[in-house]
């Protein structure tokens, strides 16, 4: 046979091979579901997700409803039992985000296979491809030799021919193999993203089992100081209110004590919006539809001052009205750290009596913050606190779950913002006058009139 016949048949065969592997299906994975199986099981998750979510819609509306009630021992417990629940639900969104979140992994490992299967079935055929030439080259000579061999010139064209067109299908193929590696590199970086996904959903997780739990033990907390009576928790109700009146008197006399000066220039300026609300994103999403409930957007129940001075600076708070804001949320719902800093104290108010054994009602649980701008943040009458002085946190880390604790009457954060330069941490005891009061034991944050701050000024609105 020929040269030219040889080379030309060669060519052919080459071609068909190319052809073949250009137009075959992709293998099969080898994953025992198939990838259908695998969709269909992260669809059934996305509607249970989607059902669970209808779920703590009502009861959100059932909580909501118990909030505008008449606080009574029954509608308290309630409200308690209808929030875990809710927090049940979240925990169960949450597993069912982790399951289809591996099941997506499971895709895209089958993906990978495939895709790592093309890739070597390509270069094989490219690698034989390029050998077998090589041979018939050594054999024939070159390309052009085997043209100019040619018998007549229409072998000439049609040896052209063919090698023109196993270039163009070797250079397809050449196409093809890049094509899949970048969906290769693609997968892998989706990959990466639904790991960095699932860490954060378990982390979610174990937060949600916490406030499960910070659930459960103020609910038997209430009914342990109760005794499961009515009576009993009026009573607490008006013990509660009348401390918090009392402590208020008492906790202004002693701020004329402290010899403590606010550097305005130190603060940030109004309106800057440094901090970040002390929830997640999700929990003041669902403020933001429930203005018909608060009156606001932020799940705000009370605001910060109420005096000519605090209106016309709303900065700044002069020792009379509320020196911070209340923000409504069910107990154990997880708060987050306004601002990156460094915990400056935690403590619980509630362990302070006096001798007669009348309780500190106060603060409650609560956890300090120090930031680097020259502001401090409080959260108060937690149920959880979940770090400790002197520990580093993130914006957004969770440091506690709120409550009702301290003097509070329904589940809500004390959210105070404080001039850095004119706060201390100290034993109320330390003060004059306060050796024979229930809090002269409680360590708390104290500060000068000057140093309360508006945290509105610094929350983005």
Not at 82 to 110: E, F, P
């Amino acid at each position: 046979m020929p040269d030219s016949v040889r080379r030309a048949a060669s060519i052919a065969l080459l071609l068909a091979v190319l052809a073949v592997l250009s137009t075959a299906p992709l293998p099969e994975p080898t994953h025992a579901a198939t990838a259908s199986e695998l969709q269909s099981q992260i669809d059934a998750h996305n509607s249970q997700i989607t059902a669970l979510q209808n779920e703590i819609a009502q009861y959100q509306k059932q909580l909501d409803a118990l909030g505008s009630k008449r606080s009574t021992l029954e509608s308290t417990i309630q409200t308690l039992t209808i929030s875990r629940k809710k927090l049940n639900a979240d925990l169960a969104v949450t597993q069912n985000r982790i399951d289809a979140a591996n099941l997506h992994l499971k895709q895209l490992g089958s993906d990978i296979s495939v895709t790592q299967s093309n890739i070597t079935s390509n270069n094989a055929a490219i690698a034989q491809a390029l050998r077998t030439i090589n041979e018939n080259d050594a054999t024939a000579g070159s390309p052009l030799a085997l043209v100019l061999g040619a018998d007549g010139l229409s072998e000439a064209w049609r040896v052209t021919d063919q090698l023109s067109q196993f270039n163009h299908a070797l250079g397809n193929d050449v196409n093809a193999l890049t094509q899949a590696k970048t969906e290769l590199t693609t997968t892998q970086t989706q990959v990466s993203a639904t790991k960095s996904q699932l860490v954060s959903l378990k982390n979610d997780q174990i937060s949600q089992r916490k406030s499960i739990d910070a659930n459960t033990a103020a609910q038997q907390t209430l009914l342990n100081q109760t005794k499961n009576k009515e009576s009993s928790y009026q009573k607490l109700i008006a013990q509660k209110k009348a401390a918090e009146k009392e402590f208020a008197q008492e906790l202004e006399d002693l701020q004329s004590q402290l010899n403590l000066i606010v550097n305005p220039g130190s603060l940030p300026k109004p309106g800057s919006g440094v901090l970040a609300w002390p929830f997640s994103d999700s929990f003041m999403q669902s403020c933001s539809t429930r203005k018909s409930v608060f009156g606001n957007l932020f799940c705000i129940s009370q605001y910060f001052g109420n005096t000519p001075f605090s209106t016309a600076n709303p900065q700044v708070y002069n020792g009379h009205g509320h020196n911070a804001i209340d923000i409504a949320a069910p107990v154990g719902t997880p708060l987050h750290a306004a601002l990156g800093g460094v915990v400056l104290g935690t403590g619980n108010t509630d362990l302070a009596h006096d001798s007669k054994g009348n309780q500190c009602w106060s603060f409650g649980k609560w956890v300090m913050i120090a930031h680097p701008n020259g502001i401090n943040t409080l959260y108060s009458h937690l149920s959880e606190i979940d770090v400790s002085k002197g520990q580093s946190v993130a914006t957004g880390q969770v440091i506690g779950y709120s409550g009702m604790t301290g003097y509070a009457t329904g589940p809500h954060l004390h959210f105070g913002v404080y001039a850095a330069d004119g706060t201390k941490i100290m034993t109320l005891g330390s003060f004059k006058g306060t050796s024979g009061t229930p809090c002269a034991g409680a360590t708390m944050p104290v500060a000068t009139l000057d140093a309360y701050l508006n945290p509105l000024s610094y929350l983005p609105r």
